[in-house]
């Protein structure tokens, strides 16, 4: 309508203000994630019944990875929560079996992002414990921990596992301490912590590391940003602006910026956008809405997109992040008409490739009791692996020990491909890998079992003697004859049976992968045939000519 009317107008030759004129300039941005769509679970995949917590703090209430989702729940006598199987969904039964041992209520929980089946609480008992979770259903409540970490004078309110060091613990108190933890040592009580930041002069709010963990960034209830470095327990830059009183802050990965949310001078909801160099006047602000619920910001550095959830309201916004001008690109929205108090977030190597899935939420709805999975999905035509919405991303495996954090090195995350079958990516893995060789056996002494191990492990074609008496075929032609017997780095002929059903899938995706490349393979061979046959009849009318 709006273009119709000025088409009119200028047609006519009519006067037009000048606000009309200047305002009418949509600007178009092409984005691969401009269609994203939250795409809620079905009754039968959220999990009912589960008792969710009613503390006040604002915290995620909620951890999960691949195998297991965490819910801080009420318990009388002390604090608890539940360990839930991924695929256990449906009604929780009301006699689950809770993880307690802390004396007050749990304030936060993390899973560890090196080790699926071990995750730290912490409590208002001033306490943090370590616990490991067996693979199997609990029977019973779990009260023995692994480790216990008594340092703090009062409540402990946040704890954050280090990105990149394995071992490596960081809690935040009310009595305005951050504390790292050294996991590495064979006490079951630790008393003292590594190092103790002091740096804060009331309640930490938040904690959000940079990528390779060198930088710490904190908000506090005295609504200032800080970026400390925290081994040396230093604060690097301090944000004085009036004009935000941030509650969370979040580093965008690798651009050098970072993202607080917070309240305006007129209690509006609001977010900021930081240099991480220059904190003294944000880059952009932004108010979204009136309300009075905490922003949860989460950043995926894979699509560069940034969500932010709205505690007590169940609407999630998604940007798009770009590091020029205007820096924060909004996308759209997700809504739905149930709150959530908390959320959780999987971590993208436990994401369903199949479907397009780059992001998927836990929601708490404690109206319900429910726990509702919001996935985030970029609709796609084809059914073979996107390697332009998935790119590397940061694996289960750490890129250094904690004694090597402690003593000054930074190193990135070990980056793997979430393509079904792949292997690290990294050139610093730990345990270090056999490298790949690319000579050719033409003779082996071993037997013919023991020397089609060794060419499966070497990345090659297990070695036949009728090889030696066949031509030596073009280079491009025996790429395509190793390929057809490894597959992503993966042997098909030497495949384990799936034990789980994770793995299970995971085979299904790496054959139809398979069996879709070897299609493309049949294709191609059916058109080198016709070729052929047609070169042949040719040769053969032209020698009849002669």
């Not at 630790?190 to 904190?218: E, K, W, Y």
């Not at 309240?263 to 952009?284: G, K, Y």
Request: glycine share 6%.
């Amino acid at each position: 309508m709006i273009a119709l009317f000025l088409a009119t107008c200028q047609r006519k030759q009519l006067f037009l203000p000048h606000f009309i004129m200047m305002s009418w300039h949509p600007q178009y941005r092409s984005s691969k994630f401009r269609h994203v769509f939250g795409k809620p679970a079905s009754k039968e995949k959220c999990y009912d019944s589960v008792p969710i917590t009613c503390s006040v703090h604002d915290n995620h209430f909620c951890a999960v990875n691949p195998h297991f989702i965490a819910v801080v729940t009420e318990c009388a006598g002390g604090g608890a929560f539940l360990v839930i199987p991924l695929n256990q969904t449906g009604k929780l039964d009301p006699h689950y079996p809770k993880v307690c041992g802390h004396r007050g209520n749990v304030l936060d929980v993390k899973w560890n992002p090196f080790n699926d089946f071990e995750i730290a609480s912490c409590s208002e008992d001033a306490t943090i414990k370590i616990w490991d979770i067996p693979k199997q259903l609990l029977a019973r409540n779990l009260t023995a921990f692994r480790k216990e970490l008594v340092g703090h004078a009062r409540r402990v309110g946040l704890v954050e596992w280090h990105p990149t060091a394995a071992n490596i613990l960081f809690s935040a108190g009310y009595d305005y301490k951050v504390m790292i933890w050294n996991l590495d040592t064979k006490e079951s009580v630790i008393t003292s912590p590594v190092r103790t930041v002091n740096c804060h002069q009331d309640v930490i709010l938040s904690m959000s590391f940079n990528t390779n963990g060198s930088l710490l960034a904190t908000t506090c209830k005295d609504r200032k940003i800080r970026i400390l470095d925290p081994r040396a327990g230093t604060v690097l830059q301090e944000a004085s602006y009036k004009g935000h009183r941030a509650s969370k802050v979040l580093f965008l990965g690798k651009l050098k910026k970072l993202l607080s949310t917070g309240t305006s001078r007129w209690n509006n909801r609001q977010m900021a956008l930081w240099d991480q160099d220059d904190l003294s006047v944000p880059l952009i602000e932004e108010d979204l809405d009136g309300s009075s619920g905490v922003l949860f910001p989460f950043y995926d550095a894979d699509t560069n997109m940034l969500y932010v959830v709205g505690k007590g309201d169940g609407n999630i916004r998604y940007y798009e992040v770009c590091t020029d001008k205007p820096y924060l690109s909004y996308l759209t929205e997700y809504r739905s008409y149930n709150p959530q108090k908390g959320i959780g977030v999987m971590p993208k190597r436990g994401l369903d490739v199949s479907i397009c899935e780059i992001f998927r939420f836990y929601k708490l709805i404690t109206t319900k009791s429910l726990i509702e999975p919001v996935s985030m999905i970029v609709p796609r035509r084809s059914e073979s692996y996107q390697e332009d919405i998935y790119p590397p991303t940061a694996g289960a495996q750490p890129s250094m020990t904690a004694q090597e954090w402690l003593s000054g090195m930074d190193r990135g995350p070990v980056l793997v491909s979430l393509r079904p079958g792949s292997e690290l990516l990294s050139p610093r893995p730990l345990p270090p890998e056999r490298p790949v060789s690319n000579s050719v056996t033409l003779a082996s002494p071993w037997p013919k079992d023991q020397t089609e191990k060794l060419a499966a492990e070497d990345g090659q074609r297990p070695f036949s003697p009728l090889e030696e008496k066949a031509p030596r075929w073009p280079a491009e032609q025996r790429l395509e004859e190793k390929r057809s017997w490894l597959t992503n780095g993966f042997d098909i002929f030497e495949c384990p049976p799936p034990k789980t059903e994770n793995e299970l899938l995971q085979m299904f995706y790496r054959q139809q992968e398979e069996i879709r490349r070897l299609r493309e393979l049949v294709i191609q061979r059916e058109v080198q045939a016709k070729q052929m046959e047609l070169e042949i009849k040719n040769l053969r009318m032209h020698s009849e000519q002669f």
